[in-house]
C-alpha cells in the first residue's frame, strides 16, 4: 500500500497507487481518487484506467487531472476543486510522489478563498512544502 498521508478530513495524499490498493482505499472509507499522474511517465507505472475500473468496481468516483512538467492551468484547478465539491467523503489524491497532488488541491482550495498560510500548513503537517507557491495562492485566495 502507497505511502497515504492525511492533510486533513477531506483530502489525502499519496504516491502511485496500484489498483490493488483501491480495495484498501475503499476499506478505509475513501469515496473518490483522483488522479493527478499522467499515464506512461514511468516505466511499469499502472495505468490509469486501470485504477479507474476498480474504483468504479468498488463505488469510488474516480477522477483524471494529471498534471505533467509543464506546471498546473485553470482548468485543473477548477477541475480539481469540482471533483472535491462531488466528494460526499474523504479523497484521496495521488500522482508520483504526492506533490503535484498537494499542490493542486492547495490551489483549487486557495481559488475558493481559503486562507493560504492554513493550507500551507496543512501540507506542511503532511510532509510537503508547499512554500514555493505561496505567490500563486495569496493570488488565488484574493489575499494579495
Known sequence: M???RRINDRISVAPQIDPADVTELARQGFVAVINNRPDDEDAGQPAGEAVRAVAETLGLAYHAIPVTHAGFSAHQVEAMGAAMDAANGPVLAY????TRSTNLWALAEASKGEDPEELIGQAAGA?????GIRPLLDQLSGKS
Open 2 to 4: 502507497a505511502d497515504i
Open 127 to 131: 510532509g510537503y512544502n508547499i512554500g
Open 95 to 98: 500522482c508520483r510522489s504526492g
